[in-house]
């Protein structure tokens, strides 16, 4: 017999992954944001010798899906067909957390309601009837603080004891919907995993999802006149359906609620929500954003990881790490053009392990413990509603302040988690800039670390490389057709975050990072050696030096160019080496470090906007930043020498 | 200004609807030994000649009446709390005590409401038209509260149902407390036990009762503007 599916649903932040993790004893990424989950997490799970498959869903708020995240959710539920759902929600907003409850018992699903974050309704006061609750709903309901494991005993209890629940109804609506959602259920023949009064409903909406999946089992005749009666209705009722739907469900939820919750006066204004208000006023707010900038990402992405961390890696490697393999290597390899595959100039462990180790390795990671400690604080959605307006004007919103504040660490990550952007225009814009504009933090890290020696230099910088972000979104925002952005965010309540959850979510970014990124530093290798010992290599890089020439580079930048396309980091991490050996200029570095900002997006991204956006745009995209890069570069050249910086 | 009777405005109403709403070639084959009717062509309101059968007079005159009546719908709806299979009723009664510049007011008073509870459109009036909106106003949207009010949610004013979705998502819907915190950059509100940030366009849609008397913002929203150049 096949394992019991659990699937695990709710709206983001209300700790789903955290459940996940604690039934699993794994970790998934936790975070005090919407759109961490955007992979589907599955593991396996025993509980008293049974075996169950449990799935994590990204966040959903209802069975109608907003956003590409919230039908990716759905499509879950509908595909899989679990055998148990846990429901998550926050006990401090039940009524919220029921109106999804309703709507998932409508649809006939197994259910179990878990109330997390007991210790903040605690905390303001609530008090919930759990007894009354289940008897109301008819399936079982479980208090938990999974930060704290709490609750999770009787949790593991009740997806073993879980009753195999039936079709509930709970909404009675108007006669003419109630005429046309029994018409519409006498036509659905086939068997799907909702029950036949919830599809109804779902079919009355605009839905298009749905309606292909019923169109594809339903004889032709029969999804006609599901078409017919939906279109009845709506000559009958003037609002759209599912605000109908929405209305009461609120009604049913609210009245339950208030049947069940005993509110003791809540607390005036505490520590945290003040802290949490000020945020959101101007004059604290940015003065904050600055002040996360300046000491979150320049002082300790660069200066400390890139600067101190990198510093003493790098030396330590040579010293010691290098000579080591080297000497092995001798021992063991008496070909000298195999030998150099591992520890040559581009030798697998010379170059490609010592760059992964020790300069990308301290520079992501100290960017990922800042970014997760953004996080899990309730920082990052007050920074959207902080930049929002100012996004608007790149056609973005306050809620792409995460994919691209994330692209400063990783873009090809960024990219992935660009899904949480309601509208395809968005995910195209930021898509787009991330690829030109955003550097990674490697990049980042490196180019503060080799700039920072002239103050003018990392402002210049900073300046082309804002303006072209910037500018390049004005512009994306005029000629791309579709509506423009609007923009809504839940702010959670500033959390103290916990020092033991940054370090976990930490170390499972940094761990995707390096799956995805060690593989390309030793085929970069790989790819290098071969083409050393076919002269392919030296042909790339005479080819390469030409444009180099056009904006003003010598010509051995060029196989830093080369690496770049590999990895952004990799290329950066090349200009890195370079410059400590003192060859190259400050007008040759800055324009560099410009053109490799800018320059195609690595591999990887490419191939992360490949599988995100499509061949078509993707490579529309990579043709333009080739050559949109060179130019910025040449203009920037020229400029400086008219100046006269050598 | 003459008056008509209920039953002409009736008519002259539902030819509105049928000429500018649906479109479509109007009938009164049904009508024809309605007194009502004869009355109208004499005072100039339907002409049998023409396609629409309302002349400009008419035309003009049965959009007020249409008004009137959407009017009386969202006044019933949102202030009175009246349900809905009663609204309609209770409405057609309703719209014909709103003469001679009441309907304005009650416009004014809803805040110049762009729809109906239905969805339907409500046609401008006068007072739309300048938009000067009095401090009196019970019904605003969020966009004009100032940091502080509260208000009790009363209806949603979009036709978007993207829009409409996003806002469900967050659970605005009527009925709903929700505390207004800040309007820059971000509208920042309360509502239950979270909190949520919108941009202006969003919170241009959502209709709040004042909850307490006290000030907010008259101009909506333009201070700010004139107060960031």
């Known amino acids: 017999m096949e394992n019991k599916k659990i699937a695990i649903v709710g709206p983001p932040n209300v700790g789903k992954s955290s459940i996940f993790n604690n039934l699993s004893g794994t970790y998934v990424t936790v975070s005090n944001y919407p759109g961490t989950t955007v992979e589907i997490f599955k593991t396996h799970i025993k509980l008293k010798g049974k075996d169950y498959q449990l799935i994590d869903t990204p966040g959903m708020y209802s069975l109608w899906p907003l956003s590409e995240e919230e039908r990716v959710a759905r499509w879950i539920l509908l595909k899989s067909s679990p055998d148990v759902i846990l429901q998550i929600g926050e006990a401090k907003n039940l009524e919220k957390t029921l109106m999804f409850t309703l709507q998932l018992l409508e649809a006939g699903c197994p259910l179990i309601l878990v109330l997390n974050i007991m210790d903040e309704a605690k905390d303001e006061g609530i008090h919930i009837d759990i007894h009354q609750l289940e008897n109301i709903l008819g399936i079982p309901v479980v208090e938990t603080v999974s930060v704290r494991n709490i609750g999770i005993g009787k949790l593991k209890e009740a997806i073993i004891n879980a009753p195999a629940t039936t079709e509930a109804t709970f909404l009675q609506y108007s006669r003419s919907i109630e005429e046309a959602i029994g018409a519409i259920a006498s036509y659905i023949k086939a068997q799907y995993t909702i029950a036949k009064r919830a599809l109804s409903v779902l079919l009355l909406g605009e839905d298009p999802e749905i309606q292909n999946i019923v169109r594809a089992r339903e004889e032709r005749q029969d999804f006609e006149k599901i078409v017919q009666a939906k279109e009845q209705l709506k000559r009958k009722i003037s609002q759209p359906l599912e605000y109908v739907v929405n209305v009461a469900l609120q009604e049913k939820a609210q009245d339950i609620a208030q049947r069940v919750t005993k509110s003791k006066k809540k607390k005036e204004r505490n520590f945290s929500r003040l802290l949490g208000d000020l945020t959101l006023k101007p004059l604290v707010g940015i003065p904050l954003l600055a002040f996360f900038l300046y000491f979150g990402i320049y002082k300790l992405v660069g200066v400390f990881g890139a600067g101190v961390c990198v510093d003493f890696l790098e030396g330590a490697f040579e010293k010691y790490v290098s000579p080591f393999f080297v000497f092995i290597f001798q021992k063991i390899i008496p070909f000298e053009f195999i030998r150099n595959l591992f520890v040559g100039e581009y030798g697998i462990i010379t170059l490609g392990i010592r760059y992964a180790v020790a300069i990308v390795l301290p520079i992501v990671g100290i960017f990922f413990f800042v970014f997760s400690f953004a996080e899990d604080t309730g920082y990052l959605p007050r920074m959207g509603a902080m930049l929002d307006r100012l996004f608007k004007k790149i056609g973005l919103s306050g809620r792409a302040v995460i994919p691209i504040v994330l692209g400063l660490g990783c873009d090809t990550m960024a990219t992935m988690v660009t899904r949480i952007l309601p509208t395809r225009r968005e995910r195209i814009i930021a898509t787009f800039l991330l690829s030109l504009s955003v550097p990674c933090s490697a990049q980042l890290g490196v180019i503060m670390a080799v700039l920072s020696q002239k103050g003018w230099a990392l402002a210049i910088w900073f300046l082309v490389i804002s303006s072209v972000f910037a500018f390049s979104g004005f512009i994306l925002n005029r000629i791309l057709k579709g509506k423009k952005p609007s923009f809504h965010i839940e702010l959670p309540p500033l959390r103290m975050p916990r020092m033991s959850n940054i370090c976990i979510k930490t170390y499972s970014r940094l761990k995707w990072y390096f799956k995805e990124v060690l593989p390309l530093f030793i085929w970069a290798s790989v790819f290098i050696w071969v083409g050393q010992i076919t002269k392919l290599f030296d042909i790339v890089i005479a080819a390469l030096a030409y444009p180099l020439r056009g904006v003003g580079l010598p010509d051995y930048l060029a196989k830093v160019f080369l690496f770049g396309f590999f990895r952004r980091d990799y290329g950066a991490a090349g200009l890195y080496d370079l410059n400590k050996q003192g060859l190259l200029s400050m007008r040759e570095v800055l324009v560099a470090a410009v053109i490799l900002t800018l320059f195609l997006p690595c591999i990887a991204q490419f191939l992360m906007n490949l599988k995100e956006r499509g061949m078509k745009l993707s490579i529309g995209i990579a043709l333009f930043i080739l050559f949109f890069s060179f130019s910025v570069g040449f203009v920037l050249n020229n400029i400086l020498l008219i100046v006269g910086i050598p | ?229």
């Open chain 2, 1 to 229: 200004m003459e008056r008509l009777t209920d039953k002409e405005e009736e008519i002259l109403e539902s030819l509105w609807v049928e000429v500018e709403e649906s479109a479509k070639t109007p009938d009164i084959g049904v009508l024809r030994d309605e007194p009502a009717l004869e009355d109208l062509i004499e005072k100039g309101f339907i002409d049998r000649q023409k396609e629409k059968l309302l002349t400009e007079k008419g035309l003009k005159e049965a959009e007020r009446c249409v008004r009137r009546h959407r009017l009386a719908e969202r006044l019933l709806a949102d202030i009175l709390y009246v349900k809905d299979p009663l609204i309609h009723e209770a409405s057609c009664k309703f719209e014909h005590g709103l003469h001679h510049g009441l309907e304005d007011n009650i416009c004014t008073l809803l805040g110049h409401p762009r729809t109906c509870p239905h969805g339907k459109p409500i046609p401008e009036g006068e007072c739309c038209k300048k938009f000067e909106k009095i401090p009196q106003r019970l019904i605003v949207s969020l966009k004009e509260l100032v940091p502080g009010n509260t208000g009790k949610i009363s209806y949603i004013n979009t036709q978007d149902t993207q829009t409409l979705k996003r806002l469900i998502s967050m659970g605005i819907l009527p009925g709903n407390q929700i505390k207004l915190l800040h309007r820059f950059p971000s509208f920042v509100f309360e509502m239950g036990n979270s909190n949520f940030a919108i941009d202006k366009d969003l919170a241009e849609n959502i209709y709040v009762l004042l909850l307490q008397t006290g000030p907010f913002n008259k101009k909506g929203g333009k201070r700010w503007r004139h107060g960031l150049k």
